[in-house]
């Protein structure tokens, strides 16, 4: 059941914006009954909780190519393809993240999650010695993937495709002269 | 009479958000007629944007510290600073744009002036030989500026007070090594 509703969370979302979602909306084009969906998630700002939290339990890893500055490549443009997708479900949940503390709360655990489990590029290339020592993961990861929020979530750019691969190449070129290593 | 009612603007949009914004407690606010606030403003976008329009009317120059670093460590200090600032004026405005066409629009061109007068900064470095020649502005300004942004907005993460000076290098450092010439 939950599956259901989170998908006609998602749909709904997708076509309509924060603004459009609505509980009985999403309940009935998930099938589920409104007093059920009213009890279990409360109201659009739990739906939208859920929708977060889901994502950070599908068992998403960072991509693995061979090298850090193509395993932040490919970072960058899964993030580049997740964030311009039809319908854009990824942009509203940032977007309705500024309007319901529940989602807000949540957007920030699916944050904190992800670059977590992106340490591991930094790791591997710690491992291989294509890092220094020492360098640090977290503000790594940060330099290389926020020109792309930048980009698209507050600049509002049509999408650069150049850019993932660019940001990549830059953090990756930074961090090799040890940019990361203390502060 | 337009500085008494974006100033009201600025004070209510500080104290209650996007959300408990309206024109009649800006009107009440600037001690301006209310008619006069909506056959001016329209509404509370129109507010918003004109707040957005007069941001960029205030000839505000980039920081000139002699260095590249030093230039975008004080640009990055000056964003985090006007980021954290109480009432929060600058992140409820973003937060608007996500809300208001009138804001979004006006959000983007304060975006495209700044990050315009800010190129200066690197035609500056590559004049007295900092930068190669060839140095793209915006994509280094980008890549300087966002994670601080990303840090605030998005992340929503505490303020850290070395990540303005860190990017500002990290991307100094990189553009030093020809990451902005070519892509």
Redesign the interface.
């Known amino acids: 059941m939950r599956a259901q509703v989170l998908d006609a969370v998602r749909a709904e979302l997708g076509e309509h914006g924060y603004d459009g979602l609505t509980v009985d909306a999403v309940a009935a084009r998930s099938g589920v009954h409104r007093a059920t969906v009213y009890r279990r998630w409360g109201d659009v700002g739990g739906l939208l909780a859920d929708v977060l939290d889901a994502a950070g339990d599908d068992g998403w890893q960072p991509p693995d190519t061979g090298s850090l500055a193509g395993d932040l490549a490919a970072l960058n443009h899964e993030i580049q393809a997740a964030m311009t997708a039809e319908p854009p479900v990824m942009a509203a949940l940032?977007?309705a993240s500024?309007?319901s503390a529940q989602a807000?709360a949540a957007q920030?655990r699916l944050?904190a999650d992800r670059y977590a489990r992106c340490e591991v590029i930094v790791d591997r290339a710690i491992g291989h010695g294509e890092l220094p020592a020492g360098t640090r993961a977290r503000?790594l990861l940060?330099?290389s993937?926020?020109?792309v929020?930048?980009?698209l979530?507050?600049?509002?750019l049509p999408p650069d495709p150049?850019?993932p691969d660019?940001?990549a190449?830059?953090?990756a070129?930074?961090a090799r002269?040890g940019?990361?290593t203390d502060?």
């Open positions: 940032i977007a500024f309007r807000d920030r944050w503000p940060v330099a993937t926020a020109p929020y930048h980009h979530v507050l600049l509002r150049a850019l660019q940001a190449r830059t953090a070129l930074a002269h940019a990361f502060r």
